[in-house]
């Protein structure tokens, strides 16, 4: 299995608008963070886009994504689906819609902001065939597990997906531990994980909670992700456990 790591800043990105780039250096390329989205690819070439970021014209084209095939969202803040409409170009060469599944929270709020992107319109072909996570069986060529994280005032999807092999976790956007994560996130061969910042924060993991997650699950292997300007590529790898690994802009993992 192969990650792409195609974002992993912030809502704002690093540096935020007007040229904010915190106590990050900006010299050092790796401080550069557009929005989370992830690729996860299959021994035999399939892909699983999971959230559609702002930022993902910019992030395929980066990476040489010419395809996927299917895509998982973890929930509708915009920093995390906004860029959906960047879908568009992948339906083009397709016979049928791209399988595509959410929490039922999350594809109710999608369907009624991206109309058109789940029933056409005006001619135009449905480009996402939405489907609820009640559904989700196999997905690509892998089995997919998942579980609702809190996030605030509501929940964020974490999935693992497994080619019966290896398996890659996906967490980001939680704010505390529950028992269900702990379960889904058992053992995983690589997670990616949300690590906003140092300090504690209402609705995102900070680093120690972040590093708690990882020891309970008994997992040796994390790439943090969703990191703001507080975050300095350099200081913080220096600062992170053996087996932990800051994320970045175009990182590219084999499991």
């Given at each position: 299995m192969k990650l792409i790591m195609l974002g992993s800043g912030t809502s704002t990105g690093v540096p935020r608008v007007g040229g904010d780039w915190g106590l990050c250096d900006p010299f050092n390329p790796r401080n550069r963070r557009s929005r989370v989205s992830?690729?996860?690819?299959?021994?035999?070439?399939?892909?699983v886009l999971v959230d559609t970021s702002p930022d993902l014209r910019h992030q395929l084209l980066a990476n040489q994504i010419d395809r996927i095939d299917a895509v998982l969202w973890t929930h509708d803040?915009?920093?995390?689906?906004?860029?959906?409409?960047?879908?568009?170009?992948?339906?083009?060469?397709?016979?049928?819609?791209?399988?595509?599944?959410?929490?039922?929270?999350?594809?109710?709020?999608?369907?009624?902001?991206?109309?058109?992107?789940?029933?056409?319109?005006y001619g135009y072909p449905t480009i996402v065939d939405l489907k609820t996570l009640d559904e989700l069986r196999l997905l690509a060529g892998f089995s997919v597990r998942h579980c609702e994280m809190p996030h605030g005032g509501m929940t964020s999807t974490g999935y693992v997906l497994d080619d019966g092999q290896k398996t890659i976790g996906y967490a980001t956007d939680f704010g505390e531990i529950t028992e269900e994560m702990l379960a889904v996130f058992a053992n995983v061969d690589l997670l990616v994980c949300d690590c906003l910042r140092r300090k504690p924060h209402p609705t995102h993991a900070h680093l120690d909670l972040s590093l708690e997650l990882a020891k309970r699950c008994k997992i040796d292997r994390v790439v943090l992700t969703h990191l703001d300007k507080s975050m300095d590529y350099a200081d913080l790898s220096a600062q992170v456990p053996d087996g932990v690994q800051v994320g970045y802009d175009g990182l590219r993992l084999e499991v």
């Open positions: 992830i690729i996860v690819e299959s021994d035999s070439g399939q892909r803040h915009a920093d995390h689906c906004h860029g959906i409409d960047d879908l568009r170009v992948m339906r083009f060469d397709r016979s049928n819609p791209l399988p595509g599944y959410a929490s039922a929270e999350c594809a109710k709020r999608l369907r009624k902001r991206f109309d058109y992107v789940f029933a056409g319109q």
